[in-house]
């Protein structure tokens, strides 16, 4: 009986996380569930956002679903102890270097998206966003200057190895899709690019099916704009990735909707919506669960071999929304709840 | 009699620095104009993209117009020699450290946008630019991990010193327009964003009249697309900029409508389009030199105090517009020297 850790998180974290796993629950694939306090819940419970039973929690599961944290009502703390520590810890202990975060526009949400329905309508792609290194874990701090000023510093870095199997990912992915990655960087500045670009290259030897091209990231944003519809997978550090999964994110219609996986390579995985926690709507019945439902069909496909089931969650949210169900980032009045149903429903 | 430097560099800027050129000469200010080589074309001429006699025509000269450089028929060089090298290297050694990137749909380009025109019609911010700090110039190269593998680094930092003056900058700016100031930062990650915060919030003290938000920079590349209409201005770092900017630049049409101005606080400054040097078009009589004119009228008001002037500039390229030119970018035929003819027409 696989083990599903849920960290429903603050915010609307555990609303989304509860429509998620009554649709897990309602395929009867005999999964247990074991909750978990993490981010601002935690730490108002326990005094830190990711306390020791959590991670355990985590670690004994077969997959993890997490919901969202990041109220800012825990800004004023020290950083060791904000919400977004339990999601940074979790994915360094888990060793969850590889972040799958797929972009598409569902049909009928056209008008939802900022771009013209002809740009919109294009936008099929995978961010595979490395999650474990950059700029995100190496030293940092702050320091005096020689001139006796206050600085802030953080060390950017990759080796070889992290690149080399963040590559692979990039390349099988690309391989089970259309044969098109594109590598994004910033390599005429930034030395980690440089060797970026270098190991993707050496990579590609090992992929002579897979097209490969180079992007800077600073391009990149603006070709995501222009014409998304170019892309298919992309790969990219830590912090590129950030970006540009919540930039393609609003090209697709809504946050509301996106799911993504963070594997480690054993088929252990955390699956989140890419959406932050939204205190300001949390409670209300108001928050699209559709990401939250979305990596749910992620983490069966992905943690748990579950090929058909995840099919069966994509079909059933894409059937909910062509039955005409939007909630309030869709531009409609459905409740979390509601929508829940829905997707349930078309099950 | 001010003395500008022209710095056409590689591809197209040679093409697009003429036109403007031709409309700053048209406007009989007693200007006088020095060429220097720069970029591809320098390193091919002289072996090195900034070569000392280039550096020192940029000193002595009261402002400087960049074309633009970067063909990646030099990205098998020593990033030293290459290309880009020039344009950070003179950002560095004239000490540019504010960057002005506005970013506006002129009237009869909404078509242009990838945006819906609802949307892309409420564009008109200005990103102010930190130029010559953070991970771009930090300390960077290769080394070996304890565990034999290359690695590659950049240092990103900042010191209180260089926060507070691209702060007042930002500040200044939100006072001359609607009075509303954004920074964009990744606090929830970085120290360096972390004392970019703090440093930012003191300065506000001596700015009560300006409205300050704080945004990570994930979220605004985000609300970038979301809906634009909401940022007047936004100051952020030198790498986040880079990103937001060219992605603002493509809700605003093309990047060929986009002129930028690179300020050290002297009156000194470093005008450039933001686009780069697209050998694919070069020569071709293709490049839009609306952003090279536009710049152009940067230097007018910001390093010659020719305000008046730098109005009259940018109402002939409306016009222009409004007359029916439009280059390939912008979906026609209009060639680049047609386009600044039109210009010069309508000065
Ligand atoms: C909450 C934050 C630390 C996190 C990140 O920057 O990775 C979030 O933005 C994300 O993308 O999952
Ligand atoms: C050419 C490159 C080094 C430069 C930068 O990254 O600053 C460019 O992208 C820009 O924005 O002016």
């Known amino acids: 009986m696989p083990l599903i850790a849920l960290l429903p998180g603050d915010g609307i974290g555990p609303e989304v996380v509860e429509e998620a796993r009554r649709v897990l629950a309602a395929l009867d694939l005999g999964l247990t569930f074991e909750e978990g306090l993490v981010g601002g819940a935690a730490y108002a419970a326990e005094g830190h956002p990711l306390p020791p039973a959590t991670l355990a929690l985590a670690e004994r599961a077969d997959a993890v679903l997490f919901g969202a944290v990041g ?11 904000r919400p977004e520590q339990a999601v940074l810890g979790l994915r360094k202990q888990l060793g969850l270097f590889a972040n799958l975060r797929p972009a598409r526009l ?17 936008i099929d792609l995978v ?14 701090g702050t320091r005096t ?3 006796g000023l206050r600085q802030g510093f953080d ?56 097209a490969l091209t180079h992007m800077y990231v600073d391009n990149a944003a603006m070709q995501l704009v222009r014409a998304p519809g170019q892309f298919d997978v992309i790969v990219t550090g830590n912090l590129f990735g950030d970006i540009l999964s919540d930039q393609a994110s609003m090209c697709a219609g809504s946050i509301g909707m996106l799911p993504s996986a963070a594997l480690n ?22 928050a699209n669960p559709c990401a939250a439902i979305l990596s749910a069909a992620m983490l069966l496909r992905h943690s748990l071999g579950q090929d058909a089931a995840a099919d069966r969650v994509e079909a059933a949210v894409a059937a909910a929304l062509t039955g005409g169900a939007r909630t309030a980032d869709l531009g409609g009045a459905t409740t979390t709840r509601e929508m829940g149903e829905a997707v349930l429903a078309a099950l």
């Open 71 to 81: 109220d800012p009502a825990f800004d004023n703390l020290d950083r060791a102890l």
């Open 265 to 286: 390579g054993t088929g252990k995985g955390m699956f989140e919506p890419i959406h932050g926690s939204a205190p300001d709507i949390a409670g209300q019945g108001k």
């Open 155 to 210: 060390v950017m870095a990759y080796d070889e190895e992290e690149v080399r199997r963040i590559a692979r990912v990039g390349f099988e992915t690309a391989r089970g899709r259309s044969g098109r990655l594109c590598s994004v960087d910033k390599a005429n500045v930034l030395e980690t690019s440089q060797l970026w670009r270098d190991v993707v290259v050496a990579v590609a030897a090992d992929y002579p099916d897979v």
């Open 106 to 122: 569902f049909p009928g949400l056209e008008d939802a998206s900022a771009l013209r329905p002809e740009v919109a309508g294009t």
């Open 145 to 147: 200057t020689s001139a």
């Open 127 to 140: 961010i595979v966003r490395e999650l474990t290194g950059d700029v995100y874990f190496g030293e940092k």
